[in-house]
């Protein structure tokens, strides 16, 4: 049976793949801050440890029996939407430069024998909506827009020179915005589904949300299924360096919005107000993921039509509960 662990296995991602890596058969231990909020880990073992100490990191891949883990899928990140992402900068770029510095370093120590890290779609600039996709490589010269995407570029590099040096495959992949049940819908670390998903649960039919900025910027989103789809062709399959997962369904914020209320069944005014909106645009193209047989199967519609009732039971719990 392969050994999996999952760093960040509280968190959105983290605790999805360790369902899906437990539905083909593997033993997972997952490490974590803290716990899933949402629903009770899978994982066969579960550990509490602060991953920007490399004594943790070095626990995290230590067993009873000293087996070597097969693979180590690294998504532990200080991370949040938009909202967050403008005003943690520092936070960011310690917190996450730090689990990813000790998390790769006490991986090679340990002999691992395969590493997953979860770069983003920040690490590319910003763009005009009209703009031709951009390829991997043209993620250079790099020009992120926010310092969450400089330190996802930094850990990439290291992860490539770790890899190169001590001969542990390394699989990197950019993730588009992603969504889904059972992630972050309030609190200020949401992403945008998740938090239009929010306000149109919470208001009347015929009421009215607010949205930051003018709801032009141009959006392309990607729901779990098909991100860990993604994530475990990609974590088998020989392409190195950073590789794109996403859906090209690009859409404005407005639109984003339209969809929820469309699914919702409910008529929602918008009233633009200021607030972090990050880039234009930002496409990618994905043809090398698309070249392992990989296909996204949710449209924006139908992976909204899976979060929206999700989020919903969330905000009538909330609210029940005072
Ligand atoms: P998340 O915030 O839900 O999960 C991250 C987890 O890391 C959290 O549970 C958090 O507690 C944990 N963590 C933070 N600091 C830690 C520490 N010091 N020690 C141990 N654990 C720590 O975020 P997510 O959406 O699940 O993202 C997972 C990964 O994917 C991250 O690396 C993120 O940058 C990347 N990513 C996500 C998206 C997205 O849209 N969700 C897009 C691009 C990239």
Not at 76 to 85: E, H, L, R, S, T
Not at 126 to 133: A, C, G, S
Not at 297 to 321: C, D, H, M, R
Request: proline fraction near 3%; glycine fraction near 10%.
């Amino acid at each position: 049976m392969k050994k999996a662990l999952v760093c960040g296995a509280g968190g959105f991602i983290g605790s999805h793949l360790v369902k899906r890596l437990k539905r083909e058969g593997y033993w997972v231990r997952g490490v974590d801050l803290k716990r899933p909020e949402f629903a009770e880990t899978e994982a066969d073992d579960f550990l509490l440890l602060d991953l920007r100490d490399q004594s943790n990191c070095l626990t995290s891949l230590t067993t009873p029996e000293e087996t070597v883990f097969d693979e180590v899928y690294q998504l532990a990140a200080d991370m949040g939407g938009m909202g967050f992402i403008e005003i943690a900068e520092c936070e960011i770029m310690r917190n996450s430069a730090l689990i990813n510095i000790h998390m790769m370093h006490s991986s090679v120590e340990k002999g691992v024998k395969r590493y997953f890290f979860s770069s983003s779609a920040c690490v590319y600039r910003d763009m005009k909506p009209d703009e031709p996709e951009l390829s991997e490589e043209e993620a250079y010269p790099a020009q992120p827009d926010n310092e969450y995407g400089w330190e996802k570029l930094y850990a990439e590099r290291m992860a490539m020179a770790y890899g190169k040096r001590y001969k542990m495959p390394v699989r990197i992949a950019r993730f588009q915005n992603t969504y889904g049940p059972d992630g972050t819908w309030r609190g200020g670390r949401e992403k945008a589904p998740a938090a239009m998903c929010r306000k149109i649960a919470e208001v009347e039919d015929g009421g009215t949300i607010e949205v930051w900025g003018d709801g032009t910027a141009m959006r392309a989103y990607i729901y779990i299924d098909d991100l860990l789809d993604g994530i475990v062709l990609l974590m088998h399959s020989d392409l190195e360096n950073g590789i794109n997962i996403g859906r090209q369904e690009y859409v404005s914020v407005n639109e984003l919005v339209k969809t929820v209320a469309e699914v919702a069944g409910k008529r929602i005014r918008i009233e633009h107000v200021e607030g972090p909106v990050g880039v234009e645009a930002r496409n990618f193209r994905i043809d090398k993921i698309s070249a392992l047989g990989w296909q996204s199967q949710f449209s924006l519609k139908e992976g909204i039509t899976q979060t929206y009732p999700w989020v919903l039971a969330q905000v009538e719990a909330y609210s029940e509960n005072g």
